[in-house]
């Protein structure tokens, strides 16, 4: 069994349905889970900054001026499916601490748009090597896999309720071990505290 059936497997028995018997199983149930395994691995990733699925990259500038108030264009590169901070650049501070200088923007479609040159952006990519997953997501994408597939496979609104708990149950617990793992993600920029305070409306 490959690491996908195991993650289509956790999701069926957690619905209370048979298991698939590998890649060739061709089962009603084995066709609804492939069907879903995309979009809800996808959203799972999205739904939390998992280190594995974390980016830094360098978009590359649109020669078609966006228009509106904004003066710069950059694509967002294709497999980033969330996209967690836009900065001019970093630099290290005596303590070692990174001082991240984080820059207005706004996502549309798949550009970001802002008027500043852009240094480095920080991402949630698209991760499809399902050898590199946490344990903790497997199981959060599992639930939700089950949770998309539950209506079809079971009609039971319990089943749904109960994977949905689930669900939320294990991106609290993502969360809150990111808390305890030191300050890597809770650099915050000085712009976005500021936008909070109100000093560039």
Request: one cysteine or more; charged letters at 20%.
């Amino acid at each position: 069994m490959s690491a996908r059936e195991d993650i289509i497997n956790t999701a069926l028995i957690l619905l209370g349905a048979e298991e698939i018997t590998g890649p060739d199983d061709n089962s009603a149930q084995a066709q609804i889970m492939r069907s879903l395994y995309p979009i809800s691995r996808d959203s799972t990733l999205e739904a939390h900054e998992w280190s594995f699925a974390i980016r830094t990259f360098t978009p590359a500038l649109s020669v078609d001026a966006p228009g509106g108030h904004w003066a710069y264009a950059y694509p967002l590169p294709s497999d980033i499916i969330r996209l967690l901070e836009v900065d001019h650049g970093s630099t290290q501070s005596s303590r070692s601490e990174i001082t991240r200088n984080q820059i207005p923007h706004e996502v549309q479609g798949r550009n970001i748009l802002t008027n500043h040159p852009i240094g480095f952006c920080t991402g949630i990519r698209r991760v499809e090597d399902e050898g590199i997953y946490s344990n903790l997501f497997c199981e959060a994408f599992a639930a939700k896999l089950a949770m998309k597939a539950c209506v079809a496979i079971t009609e039971s609104n319990t089943r749904l309720q109960s994977c949905a708990a689930l669900y939320e149950g294990f991106l609290k617990q993502a969360k809150s071990r990111d808390g305890q793992q030191g300050t890597t993600r809770r650099v915050r920029s000085r712009w976005l505290n500021n936008a909070r305070r109100g000093f560039y409306g």
